[in-house]
């Protein structure tokens, strides 16, 4: 089944852009008329991403940023909305796992998994909702069934994406 979806002179901000599901989702996007802001710490995989969307007529700015660090979160939004003087849509995709039992499991690799699944989430929307309300736009989280079915393993993951759609 496919769903048509004119995206034709919208802008969306797309996290974890460079590859996997952010990827697929810039793309998409692109196919569908978005103009967009790539956002990923993977300068390389940006500029693939950047130059195959371009090459789907989209225009495409990228943005380097870590997303563990929050002070990185809201300037991401700015600069979108900056650039394309609007934003339709924010799209956070990034996501990280460290695969460790919980009582193994270093308090740095939680913070940074919390940070970037979870925090960093809600400081883009918190960054882009005044800008969504005028576009009449939205918010897409992507999470996984491991928000509702716990992963040996994964418990700062399952942990992240519980927060975001729990």
């Known amino acids: 089944m496919s769903i048509a ?24 996007l692109a196919r569908t008329g978005a103009d ?4 990923d710490r993977d300068e390389a995989g940006l500029a693939e991403t950047a ?10 700015m990228v943005h380097r940023a870590d997303l563990s660090d929050a002070d990185q979160c809201a300037p ?15 799209c956070n995709v990034a996501g990280i796992i460290v695969m460790a039992h919980a009582h193994e499991m270093p308090r ?6 919390i940070a970037v699944n979870l925090t960093a989430p809600f400081l ?8 969504l309300l005028e576009s009449e736009g939205a918010i897409v989280n992507v999470a996984s069934s491991a928000a509702y079915i716990g992963e040996a393993y994964a418990v700062a993951y399952c942990s992240s994406k519980f927060g975001l759609l729990g």
């Open 5 to 28: 979806i004119d995206m034709t002179g919208k802008v969306a901000v797309v996290t974890g852009a460079a590859s996997g599901l952010g990827k697929a989702t810039a793309l998409k």
């Open 36 to 39: 967009l802001c790539l956002v």
């Open 51 to 60: 130059a195959e969307a371009t090459g789907l007529g989209a225009k495409v």
């Open 76 to 90: 991401i939004v700015a600069a979108a909305a900056g650039h394309f003087g609007r934003l339709d849509a924010l």
């Open 108 to 113: 740095a690799d939680w913070d940074r998994i």
């Open 124 to 131: 883009l929307s918190q960054a882009a909702i005044p800008h």
